[in-house]
């Protein structure tokens, strides 16, 4: 899974797995595009990526989680829920803000 933290006022976090960087997905009115500018970060395995997600949702961050692992990471970690998930195209992402 890919790791990327953007600073700004507050910390934004991209999470993604690595197979769907760089693809668009489109279904209906809902459009999904996982650009390499902003989902391609680190390299991560998944403890290093709880590690993280830890650290920053103690700090104050928003985060955006995309793909099937990422989000089966963050649902395990209840920083989200089932019902915050939405899906384009079979790819489930997430947006939180901590």
Known sequence: MNFKLHKSYRDV?????NDI???TFEEEKLFLDVKESFYKGE???EED????ILFHTREDATFNIVGKESIAIAL???IISQEGIKTVQGIPFALVLM
């Open 13 to 17: 976090v991209s999470i993604c797995d």
């Open 21 to 23: 960087i760089g693809k």
């Open 43 to 45: 390299d991560l395995q």
């Open 49 to 52: 990526i709880r590690k993280r």
């Open 76 to 78: 395990d970690m209840e």
